[in-house]
């Protein structure tokens, strides 16, 4: 539903529990993740992926079920 979206914004994240980093470079661990879900851009500035406004309890609960994708 993004007009002039041709391709993915970003990788499967079928398997992201086997992912050894977040952002290919920072340590795919639960504080690092919950972070980077709630504001990608402070971890990563050139990433598609936006700020996003939620609570501490929604990230920490979308990090934990990214935790369990393998």
Do not use: C
């Amino acid at each position: 539903g993004v007009p002039a979206a041709h391709s993915h914004a970003g990788p499967p994240l079928a398997e992201f529990r086997r992912n050894v980093y977040i952002a290919g470079k920072h340590p795919n661990m639960p504080e690092v993740l919950v972070r980077f879900v709630r504001d990608a851009p402070s971890l990563a500035p050139d990433t598609a992926m936006p700020a996003i406004d939620m609570t501490d309890q929604q990230a920490r609960d979308i990090a934990a079920y990214l935790s369990t994708l393998e």
